[in-house]
């Protein structure tokens, strides 16, 4: 039985407790960001360094699938968020009474506060028709996208920054304003800038829109619903 005494796992991760514990930090302090963005714009070696942990995610057949458009002009982040606004209107109309009210009452973007804005795409063609670990499941390359996107949502919190994904478009519109050809897909408009302050839970947690999940609730044992 292998010992798992502090010394040993240290030894055996090459991680100290510090650093492990560091990690977990990122993680569980991460958080979504809409309205807490600084105007002060982000270094360029910072950026570089978000986009380096990004680059350096998992995917599948490590066909890299993802492009990431930097956008600092304002008056092309002004342009999406006018496409954000069509949609999240639409999106209001899809709750009902007070769910709707509580909807528009919430933040849900930060696309002008945020000095700069990262749009992540996923091109399927990366690697050629057939890809390793693609071959029964298309959506694969857009998960290892996501992957990216997380180590860049870590690794932003480490640096002090905030990053806050905005979904709530017609990805038509996105292509349209920032000119993606039709073959590639938008994965995520992120919001990214420094941030002095970030709320200790999820936002929608806090303004009561819905709580984290008891995750014994959600972990299974051996099988679908075998959590006994
Ligand atoms: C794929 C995807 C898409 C979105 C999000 C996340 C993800 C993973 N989130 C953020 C989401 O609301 C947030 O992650 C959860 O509420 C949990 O909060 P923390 O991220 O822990 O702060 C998000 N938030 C928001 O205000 N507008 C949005 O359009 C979206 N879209």
New binding site residues.
């Given amino acids: 039985m292998r010992p798992f005494d502090e010394d040993a796992l240290s030894a055996a991760s090459g991680f100290s407790l510090a650093e492990r514990e560091a990690v977990y930090h990122a993680i569980m302090t991460?958080?979504?960001v809409?309205s807490q963005f600084l105007p002060d714009p982000l270094p360029d070696d910072l950026v570089r360094r978000l986009l380096t942990a990004a680059h350096h995610a998992p995917s599948v057949g490590f066909m890299q699938p993802w492009n990431f458009i930097l956008v600092k002009s304002a008056t092309v982040r002004a342009r999406v968020r006018d496409a954000f606004a069509r949609a999240n209107e639409e999106a209001a109309l899809m709750f009902e009474g007070e769910r709707r009210r509580a909807y528009r009452s919430?933040?849900?973007?930060g696309i002008v506060e945020a000095p700069l804005g990262i749009c992540v795409t996923c091109d399927p063609t990366r690697s050629g028709s057939v890809v390793l670990g693609r071959t029964h499941n298309p959506r694969m390359d857009s998960y290892s996208t996501?992957c990216a996107i997380q180590n860049l949502w870590l690794a932003a919190r480490a640096e002090g920054v905030g990053i806050?994904?905005?979904?709530?478009f017609h990805e038509g519109d996105l292509k349209s304003i920032l000119g993606i050809p039709q073959h590639i897909e938008v994965v995520?408009w992120l919001c990214a800038g420094f941030v002095d302050r970030l709320?200790d839970e999820?936002?929608?947690?806090v303004k009561g829109w819905r709580q984290r999940l008891p995750l014994d609730e959600l972990v299974f044992h051996d099988g679908w619903g075998l959590n006994t």
């Avoid at 919430?106 to 973007?109: F, P, Q, T």
């Avoid at 806050?164 to 709530?168: E, H, K, M, Q, T």
């Fill in positions: 991460r958080r979504d809409r919430l933040k849900l973007e996501v806050g994904w905005v979904s709530i995520a709320y999820p936002e929608l947690s």
